[in-house]
């Protein structure tokens, strides 16, 4: 009944900047933690930026100081900023979530991804 519905993918020159979405649906108590995966071709699946009850853990080496992770608890939204955008940037995009739902279980849920071209 949780359901993660990504926004904000598409194509974007070098140097230019995204902010993705990741909008959690469904039988809700909390959002524990959440984070953002990327995948590129040929690469495996790898972790962009990771936050803890509003504590940012970790950040890719390669995305320090470009990227930004947030969240709007009462939108049960979580956001990825995304500056000074390289074409090594270009991935597929997931968000993902350790979500408490209304009947206590806390389980970990994944978005459908989102496309990001870094491109000129």
């Known amino acids: 009944q949780v359901q993660l519905v990504e926004s904000g993918g598409g194509l974007v020159q070098p140097g230019g900047s995204l902010r993705l979405s990741c909008a959690a649906s469904?039988?809700?108590?909390?959002?524990?933690?959440m984070g953002w995966y990327r995948q590129a071709p040929g690469k495996e699946r790898e972790l962009v930026a990771h936050m803890i009850s509003g504590a940012i853990t970790n950040y890719a080496e390669s995305v320090k100081g470009r990227f930004t992770i947030s969240r709007d608890n009462a939108k049960n939204t979580g956001f990825l900023h995304m500056n000074s955008l390289k074409p090594e940037d270009t991935a597929v995009y997931y968000c993902?979530?350790?979500?408490?739902?209304?009947?206590?279980?806390?389980?970990?849920?994944w978005g459908q991804g989102t496309q990001v071209t870094v491109s000129s």
């Open positions: 469904g039988s809700i108590f909390s959002i524990n933690t």
């Open positions: 993902n979530a350790d979500i408490r739902t209304r009947d206590n279980w806390l389980r970990n849920y």
